[in-house]
């Protein structure tokens, strides 16, 4: 059983903006997330990704962190939360996050030169969140081994597709008609 495509299929769509968004217990929160659906993710991120040697994961708040809190408790990988919030903490260094429905400042804490780090999030559809967040990494000097989404909404205009980063999906989607549409299975990478 594929859980997380045939509740993709199942996802409500809403317009905000002109911008057509499925609404989704992994991107979303809503509905309820199903443990199974959880534990469905994480087995694929830790089959895809490449973890050895990573020092850290790295997620956007808020929706990455489910997500990553359940990666790093099966991989006992430290985790980092890029917060919107800003704290002042010595080495806290700020990024600015543009997505196709929103703009935000955030703060990244507790990331080293020399860190190997995982960069996980729940969707990938401008690149805009994850954008912004590798260009904090590479000015503190950490090294990224992988980027991963769970999702990937097709016809955003990835921003990250000119970086040299290969952002690896675990399934990618469209919509069409008010419709969740399954362009790819098995993501991309």
């Known amino acids: 059983m594929n859980q997380l495509r045939d509740s993709l299929l199942d ?13 989704h217990p992994i ?5 309820m997330l199903e443990p199974e659906l959880l534990r469905e993710i994480v087995i694929k991120i830790i089959r895809k990704a490449a973890l050895e040697d990573v020092d850290k994961i790295v ?4 929706m990455g962190i489910h997500i990553s809190t359940a990666t790093s ?6 985790l980092v939360v ?24 955030m703060f990244v804490n507790d990331v080293d030169s020399g860190d190997r780090v995982l960069l996980l999030d729940d969707v990938l559809s401008t690149g805009g969140t994850l954008r ?18 769970v999702i990937k909404k097709e016809g955003g205009g990835n921003e990250l597709d000119d970086s040299p ?13 008010q419709e969740v549409v399954i362009t790819d299975p098995h993501g991309d990478g």
């Open 165 to 177: 980063y290969d952002v690896k999906t675990l399934i990618n989607v469209d919509v069409v008609d």
């Open 132 to 149: 912004g967040i590798t260009g904090a990494l590479e000015e503190i000097g950490a090294e990224i081994v992988d980027v991963v989404a």
């Open 27 to 31: 991107s979303d929160g809503v509905p």
């Open 59 to 62: 997620t956007p708040a808020a």
């Open 11 to 23: 996802a409500p769509i809403i317009e905000k903006e002109g911008y057509h968004y499925f609404v």
């Open 73 to 78: 408790l099966m991989t006992d990988i430290p």
């Open 82 to 105: 890029v917060r919107k919030r800003q704290y002042g903490l010595e080495g806290e260094v700020a990024l600015s996050q543009v997505t196709g429905y929103s703009e935000n400042e």
